[in-house]
Each structure stands twice: as C-alpha cells, then as structure tokens.
C-alpha cells in the first residue's frame, strides 16, 4: 500500500466514520474522569496514612 493512499484513506475513515462526541458527552466524560482521580487518590492517601500509623505502632512497641 502506498502511503498516500493510507493518509487518504485515514483521513476519509475519521471524517465520514468516526463518531465524535459532543461537546457536552466531552465535558461529562472529563467530569467523571476527574471526580474518579480525586477519589482513587483519596483512598490511595487513606490507605498509605493507616498503613504509616499502623507500622509506626508496631516499630514502637519493639524499640
């Protein structure tokens, strides 16, 4: 395959194929994948802070 004939037929499956969201599919997508992160986060920060205590209690009842 030549590689005009990939671009041209690359061009024509995004333009006449693709199905683009909206912009307010595009707005509610990034909304969840945000309020996802910050939550993802907070249980990663919760479980990292008990996991700090709990072993900084074991250290210190054997030194």
């Not at 194929?17 to 945000?34: I, M």
């Not at 249980?43 to 054997?62: C, K, P, R, S």
């Amino acid at each position: 395959m030549k590689i005009g004939t990939y671009f041209k037929e690359s061009y024509n499956e995004l333009m006449h194929k693709v199905t683009w969201p909206t912009w307010k599919e595009l707005q509610s997508s990034a909304t969840l994948v945000l309020v996802t992160s910050v939550l993802l986060a907070l249980v990663i920060w919760a479980m990292d802070f008990i996991f700090d205590n709990a072993m900084g209690f074991v250290y210190a009842l054997f030194y």
